[in-house]
């Protein structure tokens, strides 16, 4: 990590992971780290809800440009489901549309539906989410009071784990059935509506009242910092360090460096010795020079090394 101190001038390019407190929007955590950093030109990788907590990965000068091919990575959730009630949002800070109640699920039941969600799935956003119909946010259409379809898109569920479950009563007296659960999916995927699927196919209705994102990618919590702890000491992950975590590494020599900083597609290795953990190298490839210097993402593109971001 390299270590600044408080905002000031020529913040270092690279990668923040912000534990992302409740009541703050993503929008509202990168205004905070453009004042602790000294610099407009900050940015972050998926966007958490207000009522969501964790991992949030905020990008400072040149990193921001690795910020779209950071949020297509995978995510890990931990949440609670609230199993009996349905709400607007399909989560907590929704006014509730129906109590039906969850007295009557049994544990097979809900297992059952669990595994139901799990895999490749087709999933319908929340109309509250921030997707575009026709060129409109979702969520404005749905405050305007407007009737609309959000077509499913397919998303991957690669873990859904169900660890507790408590009967409580709501405050209107319904009988509800709390589920803590751990989600691992692909980019896209909505916690929220999960619970809501996972509760109509139930019969009994259901919405998220917590959920808590503890990996995007690599970046996990442990690496996370509160933006108390980031105002006092302000932490930079340096941007080579960022791209090799986080994608598969090919190291060139200086000749074909100086090749790839001049917009020149060089062949990609294939077979013993491609560029990460395996021959296929699919998605983007983090291109480092001698001495470790990061040039380049790259794509393969008919064998040749498409750049996606130049970095020298």
């Known amino acids: 990590m390299t270590r600044k101190g408080r905002a ?172 803590d659960v751990t989600v691992v999916c692909s980019s896209g995927t909505y916690i929220r509506a999960l619970a809501r699927d996972l509760g109509a196919g139930l019969g009994a209705g259901g919405h998220l009242t917590a959920l808590r994102r503890t990996r995007v990618g690599p970046y996990g919590l442990e690496a996370a910092r509160t933006l108390e702890s980031l105002e006092e000491s302000l932490e930079i992950m340096p941007i080579a360090e960022a791209a090799a975590a986080a994608f598969p590494r090919w190291d060139v020599d200086d000749h074909r460096a100086r090749l790839l900083g001049n917009g020149v597609r060089i062949d990609m290795p294939s077979g013993e010795g491609a560029p990460g953990p395996s021959a296929s190298a699919s998605g983007p490839v983090a291109v480092f020079g001698p001495e470790g210097r990061f040039l380049a993402l790259v794509e393969e593109s008919k064998g040749k090394a498409k750049s996606l971001a130049v970095f020298v």
């Open 8 to 179: 000031g001038s020529g913040a270092p390019d690279g990668l923040v992971i912000v534990d992302k407190p409740a009541g703050f929007t993503s929008h509202d955590v990168v205004a905070k780290m453009r004042r602790f950093a000294g610099t407009r030109r900050v940015g972050h990788a998926g966007t958490l809800d207000p009522m969501a907590t964790g991992v949030l990965v905020v990008g400072v000068e040149k990193a921001t440009r690795l910020l779209g091919h950071l949020a297509l990575t995978e995510k890990e959730y931990r949440a609670t489901i609230r199993l009996g009630q349905t709400t607007v949002t399909d989560d907590a800070e929704g006014e509730i549309t129906a109590s039906d109640g969850a007295a009557g699920v049994e544990p097979g039941a809900v297992q059952a539906g669990i595994e139901e969600l799990t895999g490749d799935i087709q999933q319908v956003p929340s109309k509250v989410s921030a997707i575009k119909i026709d060129g409109k946010r979702s969520y404005a259409r749905a405050r305007e009071g407007e009737e609309f379809v959000i077509p499913a898109r397919p998303v991957t569920v690669s873990s859904f784990v169900l660890h507790d479950r408590r009967e409580a009563k709501a405050e209107d007296g319904t009988t509800v059935l709390d589920l």
